[in-house]
């Protein structure tokens, strides 16, 4: 039997014409005793606001059953510190899962190339850029996905709706001065869709944006060189 799904009887298992008997109410004690076993089982859904921060002592606690994930930012940051302890050196680049920090040139002196992937294709760049400092990262609905209620799902939770952002943006990769500030950012212009992410990157001073659309076509804002 599918899980979920109710099995009908067969006839043979019916025996003779009596009606069914109906079963007699609990007695109220086991009845009371159901209802508090239900509401036991039932897990209250956490919030942020749950989250208590203590500046002073320098502490976070979380509610009883609750966990923070880094996921957001927590690559880009840590990317971001890793690059801050190689500031003295002619010439790095930091390969953070796909979120990329580089400073100074290649040891021939020629700026770091980073290729932006086609979200459909993986094998090719739709364009490649030419980087002496700052971040580049890239957030996509294509990535992390499941189905759900029959539909695809994916990581990136409009906040608006509290479910899978559906903007017609599959792809963002934000160029910024910070790996966390590009993370952030290329969510956010998957959340807002086309029309809105370009306005909203646009007035970001320092970052430039690159959008695929779920029709495969591209959009970007000035801010980037090319190779």
């Known amino acids: 039997t599918t899980p979920g799904t109710a099995r009908r009887r067969p006839s043979s298992t019916r ?5 069914p008997t109906p079963s007699p109410d609990p007695p109220p004690q086991a009845a009371r005793k159901a209802r508090q076993g239900a509401a036991a089982g039932r897990v209250r859904r956490r919030t942020w606001r749950e989250v208590r921060l203590d500046r002073q002592h320098r ?15 927590g690559k880009g940051w ?15 680049v930091i390969d953070a899962g796909g979120d990329i920090v580089a400073g100074g040139t ?11 992937a ?16 700052g971040a580049v990262c890239t957030s996509s609905t294509l990535k992390r996905r499941w189905d759900s209620s029959g539909r695809k799902a994916h990581h990136i939770i409009d906040p608006r709706s509290r479910r899978p952002a559906r903007s017609g943006v599959v792809a ?27 306005a909203f990157i646009t007035g970001w001073t320092g970052a430039a944006v690159f959008l695929v659309l779920e029709n495969g076509a591209t959009r970007y804002t000035d801010g980037f060189t090319f190779a």
């Open 78 to 92: 840590t990317a971001d510190r890793a690059a801050a302890r190689l500031r003295h050196f002619d010439g790095f």
């Open 172 to 198: 963002a990769t934000v160029q910024a001065d910070t790996a966390a500030a590009a993370e952030i950012l290329a969510q956010t212009a998957v959340i807002l869709g086309e029309r809105h992410a370009l």
């Open 106 to 116: 290649q040891a021939n002196g020629s700026p770091w190339t980073i290729g932006i």
């Open 118 to 133: 086609d979200p459909f294709n993986n094998s090719r760049d739709l364009a490649v850029l030419s980087l002496t400092g």
């Open 15 to 19: 025996c003779g014409t009596r009606s």
């Open 59 to 73: 502490t976070i606690t979380l509610p009883k059953g609750g966990a923070l994930d880094l996921g957001g930012i």
